[in-house]
């Protein structure tokens, strides 16, 4: 690969990656901080929070992002 392939997948990662933060802003100030999934444990004054709802919109929004964008 060369580099200015390079250069375009990391412009491209990084493209997505503001446009996700910005939803998870817009997300959480319209008070949806958590997904039907999320396991959250509380003992004490520990708190251990496991996001498996979030991992399993990401990843399914990955791989169609992946498919659409990697075809040849």
Do not use: K
């Not at 990656?17 to 910005?22: A, H, I, R, S």
């Not at 003992?43 to 991992?55: C, D, E, H, S």
């Amino acid at each position: 690969m060369e580099l200015g392939g390079i250069g375009r997948v990391l412009i491209g990662a990084a493209v997505a990656l503001l446009v996700l933060g910005g939803l998870f802003l817009l997300l959480g100030r319209l008070g949806i901080d958590r997904l039907p999934g999320d396991l959250v444990f509380r003992r004490g004054g520990l708190t251990v929070y496991f996001p498996l709802g979030l991992m399993i919109l990401l990843s399914v929004a990955g791989t169609i992002l992946l498919n659409i964008f990697l075809r040849r």
